[in-house]
């Protein structure tokens, strides 16, 4: 799947998966911030997020491990967006589409 096709829609969830202290040095704008190690106790939050979920982390690590955590709870719509670096990059490329 384009994720900058996805980025360009409407109603898409962007969430970062780092720890605390990474986030507050610099995110996506618009992102919710969840770490990795509270997805599956915040499953419900997500389950509540608008669809699609694109996640990032700082090296696309992570926000894989997120990504299949929420898909194996029955989330299927969402995707892994990499790094922040790749995410900042696709979010201009989606910005341009």
């Keep these: 799947m384009n994720i900058a096709r996805i980025l360009n829609q409407e109603n898409t969830t962007i969430v970062d998966v780092r720890e605390y202290i990474e986030y507050i040095m610099g995110h996506i704008d618009g992102s919710r911030h969840i770490p990795l190690r509270k997805v599956m106790s915040r499953i419900e939050d997500f389950r509540n997020m608008s669809t699609p ?17 929420l898909q194996a709870s029955g989330i299927k719509e969402v995707y892994n967006g990499g790094g922040i670096d790749e995410m900042k990059y696709l979010m201009k490329a989606a910005s341009q589409v």
Excluded: T
């Excluded at 979920?53 to 955590?69: M, P």
């Design 53 to 69: 979920i694109v996640v990032y982390c700082r090296s696309g690590n992570r926000s894989e491990q997120a990504k299949l955590l």
